[in-house]
């Protein structure tokens, strides 16, 4: 069958998620996004089967494709490798094509990173393998309140006395927070405590690769308005998320594909 010149996809194997978006023209036409569950190879494949389906286009009609994340070279498909950050700026280029600063808030790690005009990376900055730093701390702060992920957002916006958390330490963190459960704080003052404690860590972040404005947060954080919302205090900027932040990456993969400077 002739490849279609039009479709590429970008496969984005990341730590916790595996995600895929197929583009045509330049416009995302089918995503997908499915736990990893440390299977990346059979997950990366079901995915991009489910995806490939979506789009009505057949593996062997695609024009590229481009891997990124973690887990690329478990990729179960011949195709070349990026880097998850170049993907984020090329992504996020096109997306918001006034980007200077990018942060990644993933399920492992933060990254902050710099990008040009033209969307090349000029400065990167990844946390420390601290969970305070990274969507784990939210993980394990919605297991102590008993609450599923997706509440936390919404839930700590309605905060009305903000709790202070004296420590960085996400493992001294989660006895704090259950010791403020036991005097008595509120869900929603303890999340918006647990935003700002991880708003001031991105900033020191962000500071360190010289924020420039404008500024896009991606990643399973840019899903949660508190957090988001938390970050853009502490910049002192307004903040701006993609419609698909967990996306992003994957988007700017295959954005990546459709260029004739990518090794094939």
Do not use: W
């Amino acid at each position: 069958m002739k490849a279609n010149p039009r479709f590429y996809a970008g496969l984005d194997m990341g730590s916790v998620s595996i995600k895929a978006v197929i583009v045509n023209d330049g416009q995302m036409v089918a995503s997908g996004l499915i736990p990893s569950g440390g299977q990346y190879k059979a997950a990366a494949a079901r995915l991009m089967e489910e995806v490939l389906a979506k789009a009505a286009v057949a593996l062997e009609d695609l024009s590229g494709l481009v891997v990124t994340g973690l887990g690329a070279q478990s990729a179960p498909f011949e195709a070349p490798q990026v880097s998850d950050i170049s993907c984020q700026a090329r992504g996020c280029h096109v997306l918001f094509p006034s980007a200077r600063t990018i942060i990644d808030i993933g399920g492992q790690f933060t990254k902050a990173a710099r990008i040009t005009p033209q969307a090349s990376i000029a400065d990167f900055l990844m946390s420390e393998k601290c969970a305070t730093g990274s969507g784990r701390f939210l993980q394990v702060i919605a297991r102590i309140l008993h609450m599923p992920i997706e509440a936390i957002g919404p839930l700590s916006l309605q905060a009305q006395s903000p709790v202070e958390f004296s420590t960085n330490c996400a493992v001294f963190a989660e006895s704090e927070t259950i010791s403020r459960l036991a005097e008595g704080a509120q869900p929603a003052d303890i999340l918006a405590g647990v935003h700002r404690a991880m708003a001031a860590k991105v900033k020191m972040l962000v500071k360190r690769v010289k924020l420039e404005a404008e500024v896009v947060l991606t990643g399973g954080g840019g899903e949660d308005a508190g957090l988001v919302q938390a970050v853009g205090q502490a910049l002192g900027l307004k903040i701006r998320v993609p419609e698909t932040p967990r996306l992003t990456a994957a988007f700017g993969a295959a954005c990546l594909a459709a260029e004739p400077t990518v090794k094939r």
